[in-house]
């Protein structure tokens, strides 16, 4: 499976922005999907995940309350919406993906992602 991610860009602090992860290869629905960011400098860090058909989901606390994860298997896709941007949101994100997967199954660990799409960047202005 191939992962695409897009939508990033250069924003000011409390805008809003949208995240797109295309799934090619095999249906999405067939995976545990995540986004992980990194920072320059720093380590690439947990995001958000979303259960096989979208009904769980997890969210690092930087971001909870104003992130939303959700997925459209019709579509292959997964987004993250980010909303109130803070300059510490400034950084390059990856969607990740994860075949063995059962109903209902969210993973959060970085090292149980089987397959990674390119980063986009997304830069927050203060």
């Known amino acids: 499976v191939q992962l695409q991610a897009s939508g990033g860009g250069l924003v000011q602090a409390g805008d809003s922005l949208m995240l797109s992860c295309v799934t090619s290869g095999r249906p999405s629905s067939n995976y545990v999907m995540g986004w992980f960011r990194q920072a320059p400098g720093k380590e690439r860090e947990f995001v958000a995940a979303i259960s096989l058909g979208g009904t769980r989901k997890a969210y690092s606390d930087s971001v909870k309350g104003r992130f939303a994860i959700s997925r459209d298997n019709a579509k292959n896709t997964m987004y993250l919406r980010m909303n109130r941007l803070k300059p510490e949101d400034t950084a390059v994100y990856s969607c990740?993906?994860?075949?063995?997967?059962?109903?209902?199954?969210?993973?959060?660990?970085?090292?149980?992602?089987?397959?990674w799409g390119q980063g986009t960047l997304v830069t927050v202005s203060s």
């Open positions: 990740a993906a994860r075949g063995r997967a059962v109903t209902g199954m969210v993973v959060v660990r970085e090292s149980d992602f089987e397959y």
